[in-house]
T-cell receptor, first 111, second 113 residues
Framework: GQNIDQPTEMTATEGAIVQINCTYQ??????LFWYQQHAGEAPTFLSY????GLEEKGRFSSFLSRSKGYSYLLLKELQMKDSASYLC????????????FGAGTQVVVTP | EAQVTQNPRYLITVTGKKLTVTCSQN?????MSWYRQDPGLGLRQIYY???????DKGDVPEGYKVSRKEKRNFPLILESPSPNQTSLYFC????????????FGPGTRLTVT
């Protein structure tokens, strides 16, 4: 079956670094998305990793290890506005275009 | 402005009364998808479409229908809504290609009594 796991909640202090892990077990895997979703709003795209390794975009970085079925999203220099839910999602290959989401990680940034 | 629009944004209806939630994108994207979001369960894919006249089931297609007659529109149809379809629904579109970046609509909050 398909399974995508991420922690339910993480708390960190403004200015700190937080790493959100995502593990996946899927029957076919093409790539891994990260989205940010503020309360009451639609998700917004952060990253899409296909190849192993780290991709950096400003304060946000995303890492993928296909052999380990593992990804993480790294948020640096945390700001209060980073308080949101972070969703990881796998793009599957058994049915091209099919996405499987994790339940989301609620990040709370405290002053 | 590039965007995905959904209508209605909020809907309260009764069990069994057919309804349609519209989704439209103005970015000429090939890929469109519908999701529902429920507390503790995250986003779950209902249906997706790789292009005009090409649709396929996601994880939770039961009780829903879709059509893709034009590239810009991807309506979600609930033929006989039931209370367990009370949820927050999102439509999304993507140009596919290297980034697969999905653009989400603002969401439709549906309550079925």
């Amino acid at each position: 079956g398909q399974n995508i796991d991420q922690p339910t909640e993480m708390t960190a202090t403004e200015g700190a670094i937080v790493q959100i892990n995502c593990t996946y077990q899927t029957s076919g895997f093409n790539g891994l998305f990260w989205y940010q979703q503020h309360a009451g709003e639609a998700p917004t795209f952060l990253s899409y990793n296909v190849l192993d390794g780290l991709e950096e975009k400003g304060r946000f970085s995303s890492f993928l290890s296909r052999s380990k079925g593992y990804s993480y999203l790294l948020l640096k220099e945390l700001q209060m506005k980073d308080s949101a839910s972070y969703l990881c999602a796998a793009l599957l290959t058994d049915s091209w275009g099919k996405l499987q989401f994790g339940a989301g990680t609620q990040v709370v940034v405290t002053p | 402005e590039a965007q995905v629009t959904q209508n209605p944004r909020y809907l309260i209806t009764v069990t069994g009364k057919k309804l349609t939630v519209t989704c439209s994108q103005n970015m000429n994207h090939e890929y469109m998808s519908w999701y529902r979001q429920d507390p503790g369960l995250g986003l779950r894919q209902i249906y997706y479409s790789m292009n005009v006249e090409v649709t396929d089931k996601g994880d939770v297609p039961e009780g829903y229908k879709v059509s893709r007659k034009e590239k810009r529109n991807f309506p979600l149809i609930l033929e006989s809504p039931s209370p367990n379809q009370t949820s927050l629904y999102f439509c999304a579109s993507s140009p596919r290609g290297a980034s697969w970046e999905q653009y989400f609509g603002p969401g439709t909050r549906l309550t079925v009594t």
